[in-house]
């Protein structure tokens, strides 16, 4: 059973940065393909972008591409994702997630889901 807790979210304004992170225990981190995906109010869940365990994929949804960067330390079982050039339209609560399968989550497939990091992009 992974467990994911993610951290990093905050109040930025228009055009600043953030940076996310998904603490993994009880899993080798290494073993998992991890996504972020968010969701806004009154709005579904969408991906956002993923790594698989391997790092020789990623993957990124076309409204962060080229603003986001997803990366892994290994040393410390975390995955990251930078987040640059924030948008208004970005605001969302962040969901780290995890499945053994990279093709999987992609699809939006999921085995195990962090609680979420509100990130709010505001003037």
């Known amino acids: 059973q992974a467990h994911l807790v993610e951290s990093g979210g905050g109040l930025v304004q228009p055009g600043g940065s953030l940076r996310l992170s998904c603490a993994a225990s009880?899993?080798?981190?290494?073993?998992?393909?991890i996504g972020w995906f968010r969701q806004a109010p009154g709005k579904e869940r969408e991906g956002v972008s993923c790594?698989?365990?391997?790092?020789?994929?990623?993957y990124y949804s076309g409204f962060v591409k080229g603003r986001f960067t997803i990366s892994r330390d290994y040393a410390k079982n975390t995955v990251y994702l930078q987040m640059n050039s924030l948008e208004v339209e970005d605001t969302a609560v962040y969901y780290c997630?995890?499945?053994?399968?990279?093709?999987?989550?992609?699809?939006?497939?999921?085995?195990?889901w962090g609680r979420g990091t509100q990130v709010t992009v505001s003037a």
């Open positions: 009880g899993f080798p981190l290494d073993q998992l393909a």
């Open positions: 997630a995890a499945h053994r399968d990279y093709r999987a989550i992609v699809a939006g497939l999921v085995t195990f």
């Open positions: 790594i698989s365990g391997e790092d020789t994929e990623t």
